[in-house]
């Protein structure tokens, strides 16, 4: 069983910065798919960035890119996400996830490929 534990979220205004952690036991982490979506009210949920391996590439959405970034701490068993410039759009509750191997962007890219969730974290940007 895998359990994954966000934090970082909270209140900020536009143009500023959060980093959110996902750590993550019970699997072996440098193997996992790390992937982060968000969902925002009376939206689907969608894909942020993820990661394939430790030292895999990484994929990120057009929408968040340049601004996001994703990292991993094998380490410490964890993920991050870098948020920059941030936009009141960008307003949403985050999860992390965790899959198998996951070695092309589009599996990467879909949550459908993902065994485990997180709680979610909510992220709030002001205008």
């Known amino acids: 069983q895998v359990q994954l534990v966000e934090s970082g979220g909270g209140l900020v205004q536009a143009g500023g910065s959060l980093r959110l952690s996902c750590a993550t036991s019970?699997?072996?982490?440098?193997?996992?798919?790390m992937g982060w979506f968000r969902q925002a009210p009376g939206k689907e949920r969608e894909f942020v960035a993820a990661s394939s391996w430790s030292a895999g590439p990484t994929y990120v959405a057009p929408s968040v890119k340049g601004r996001f970034t994703l990292s991993r701490d094998n380490a410490k068993n964890t993920v991050y996400l870098q948020m920059n410039s941030l936009k009141p759009e960008d307003t949403a509750v985050y999860s992390c996830?965790?899959?198998?191997?996951?070695?092309?962007?589009?599996?990467?890219?879909?949550?459908?490929?993902?065994?485990?969730w997180g709680q979610g974290t909510q992220v709030t940007v002001s205008s």
């Open positions: 996830a965790a899959g198998g191997l996951l070695v092309t962007s589009a599996r990467a890219m879909d949550q459908r490929n993902y065994d485990y």
């Open positions: 019970g699997r072996t982490f440098s193997t996992q798919t």
